[in-house]
Structures are given as structure tokens and as C-alpha cells.
T-cell receptor, first 113, second 113 residues
């Protein structure tokens, strides 16, 4: 079964600093990877997804992620954090066998003024 | 276009009671899923459906039933509520395909006392 591991359950950054959220996947076949964001008391919304067309994927709100097959990673970054980026972020992988979408445990981002 | 609508938003049940969480989508998506979200565990798949009349179990199906009589609706039934089912429940839908985005409802916060 395919799975993802998010390193760090909580990340705290200063406003204007780099945001780096780590995600590693386990897959013996090409993975279908996603990053979702959840703002307080809301559902999840898509930030970006890996489609195999490019290893560097740009998403909404200035986020991007780089797919590295050799490291089995799909880390999410944003060059300059904003207060509005405070949320929980989930990495997810879709199985090519049964289309199930599996999520990591999530990383909560807090932004300090 | 309402997207994915879940009702109710909040519910308190007594141990042993049964109830149905409703989920409806108006995007003509074939795939629908139910997840539960617990602190530190991300989202775990309960049941999913790839089309009307077709359902299958996810990672944590015990204590829950689903049916899919129409494309639009995918209700989740708790047969005999237990305190361990206290959680936030999310319904999601998507088009078929490995790299398609899943759209989420706003969630139902369930407390079992």
C-alpha cells in the first residue's frame, strides 16, 4: 500500500521567513501526490498536485513543491510566510491500484509576527 | 454550485444511538469518500464509492455503513455510536482518475458521550 510520511507535526516560522514542510512517500510505482491545506474549522482545499509533467509544481498562494524521485520526497515550500498561511497542511498520495487517497498525519504551521 | 454539502455540522450522541451523516455533491462526481480526522492521525478513510451502487471499505470501516443509491448522495451511518467515534468527519468527491482533485465538505463534528 502506498503511504506518505510528514516530518514534523508542528512548524513555527516568522512572518517573511521560508516555509518548508516535508513529505516522503513510499511507492513502488509512479506516485500521484497532492498537498492540501485546512484552515481552522474548514474542510480541505487543494494547494497543488504532482502530475509528472514537471518536477517543480506551483500551487496557489505562492506555494510550490518539488518532486524528487531519488529521495522519494515531495516537500512543500513558500519563500516568504504570511500570517494568513497559518493552517494545517496535509500531504496525500493516491493509489494506482484502487484510487484511494491516503493522507499524512499533517503539519500545523504557525506564523509569528 | 454548492460543491460538497455535509449535514449536520455538529452533533452530540449518546453511546448506543444511531445516526446518519449526510453528504451531497452537485458536481456529478463518480468518486465519493468518507474520512475521519483525529488529532495527530491525519485523515483516515472509512468507506468510499466509485459510482452509484458500488461501495468498498477503507482503512477504518468498523462501526460504519454506507450506501450509494444515486451519484449525488453518499450517507454514512453509525450503527451504535461509541465514544471512540468522537471525531470530525469529512466527505469528499472527485472525478475518476489518478491525479484528479478531491473536493471536501466542511465537516461534521461528532461527539459521543
Amino acid at each position: 500500500a502506498q503511504s506518505v510520511t510528514q516530518l514534523g507535526s508542528h512548524v513555527s516560522v516568522s512572518e517573511g521567513a521560508l516555509v518548508l514542510l516535508r513529505c516522503n512517500y513510499s511507492s513502488s510505482v509512479p506516485p500521484y501526490l497532492f498537498w492540501y491545506v485546512q484552515y481552522p474549522n474548514q474542510g480541505l482545499q487543494l494547494l497543488l498536485k504532482y502530475t509528472s509533467a514537471a518536477t517543480l509544481v506551483k500551487g496557489i498562494n505562492g506555494f510550490e513543491a518539488e518532486f524528487k524521485k531519488s529521495e522519494t520526497s515531495f516537500h512543500l515550500t513558500k519563500p516568504s510566510a504570511h500570517m494568513s498561511d497559518a493552517a494545517e497542511y496535509f500531504c496525500a498520495v493516491r493509489s494506482s491500484n484502487d484510487y484511494k487517497l491516503s493522507f499524512g498525519a499533517g503539519t500545523t504551521v504557525t506564523v509569528r509576527a | 454550485n454548492a460543491g460538497v454539502t455535509q449535514t449536520p455540522k455538529f452533533q452530540v450522541l449518546k453511546t448506543g444511538q444511531s445516526m446518519t451523516l449526510q453528504c451531497a455533491q452537485d458536481m456529478n462526481h463518480e468518486y465519493m469518500s468518507w474520512y475521519r480526522q483525529d488529532p495527530g492521525m491525519g485523515l483516515r478513510l472509512i468507506h468510499y464509492s466509485v459510482g452509484a451502487g458500488i461501495t468498498d471499505q477503507g482503512e477504518v470501516p468498523n462501526g460504519y455503513n454506507v450506501s450509494r443509491s444515486t451519484t449525488e448522495d453518499f450517507p454514512l451511518r453509525l450503527l451504535s455510536a461509541a465514544p471512540s467515534q468522537t471525531s470530525v468527519y469529512f466527505c469528499a468527491s472527485s472525478y475518476p482518475g489518478l491525479n484528479t482533485e478531491a473536493f471536501f465538505g466542511q465537516g461534521t463534528r461528532l461527539t459521543v458521550v
